[in-house]
């Protein structure tokens, strides 16, 4: 869905579209009626989503396990009161506007139910997940969106289809480093593979080597003569570590940049 209007709903609109998501989701898997839904009232871009940890699943789900009544089947909807999410659930401003725009859910009850029902959504959302019509008319009435498609996504059809797009605007190399960050923050990837910035994920953050220009000369560029081609290889390698940068930092991967002496060996210097 496209962004036109306010990002965050009251709660009453807020609590009226997780009824219409709970009516849809028991559409496709009945047994998603007996758990409880979670969600908030408000969009967010994919990049506030995929990080590390999870947190805005992991929040939502703080939140609810404060909810009253007896779990199994409720629809639990954070809206805004005068204008504020709940905890730490307001969208960032920075990434308003994109052209693709997401309602976290969680799903949530006993273990053996809650997988069942994952394993059908992870097969079947993709193919068959297009939201009911009465729910997409509603969302875009209470979010004053002009929708062109709305349908639902596991985090790993979501993960997908980001790994798709990256691939089409030319960062495909930095995904599996992105990937590990997002899945098993605790592993360590490796980005080393020339023409590309060498990049090393350890400990949490994602370290950049930063090479003076005959350091990048002698490992990416050994045997060029023309200055011209020197000067502009040099220049884009800069800025693809700025991209490599901007795009870690927006799916909440601390970046840190690594000096390399001239003599010193890059690996060593970022691992």
Do not use: K, N
Request: glycine content about 10%.
């Amino acid at each position: 869905m496209r962004a036109q209007g306010p990002d965050t709903l009251a709660q009453a609109d807020a609590g009226a579209l997780g009824e219409h998501i709970a009516r849809d989701l028991a559409g496709f898997v009945p047994a998603a009626a007996g758990l409880d839904l979670i969600s908030v009232g408000a969009h967010y871009d994919p990049v506030e989503l995929l990080r590390p940890g999870w947190p805005l699943h992991g929040e939502l789900d703080q939140l609810a396990a404060r909810a009253p009544g007896e779990a199994g089947g409720r629809v639990i909807a954070f809206g805004a009161h005068e204008g504020r999410l709940p905890g730490a659930l307001s969208p960032a401003p920075e990434h308003a506007g994109g052209p693709l725009r997401l309602v976290p859910l969680v799903l949530r009850g006993d273990a053996g139910t809650t997988a069942a029902v994952a394993d059908a959504f992870e097969r079947e959302l993709m193919e068959t997940g297009m939201a009911g019509a009465e729910t997409a008319l509603h969302a875009q009435e209470v979010f004053g969106l002009a929708i062109e498609h709305a349908r639902y996504l596991t985090a790993h059809d979501l993960l997908a289809m980001t790994a798709l797009q990256y691939e089409h605007a030319g960062i495909a190399p930095l995904w599996p480093v992105l990937e590990v960050a997002l899945l098993s923050p605790a592993d360590e990837a490796w980005l080393d593979a020339a023409p590309e910035p060498l990049v090393h994920y350890t400990g949490g953050e994602a370290r950049i080597a930063l090479f003076s220009p005959a350091a990048w000369r002698a490992r990416y560029a050994a045997g060029e003569d023309d200055e011209a081609r020197l000067q502009r290889g040099w220049m884009h390698f800069e800025a693809r570590q700025r991209q490599f940068d901007a795009v870690l930092r927006a799916h909440g991967v601390p970046v840190r940049f690594d000096h390399c002496p001239d003599d010193a060996d890059p690996r060593s210097v970022v691992g």
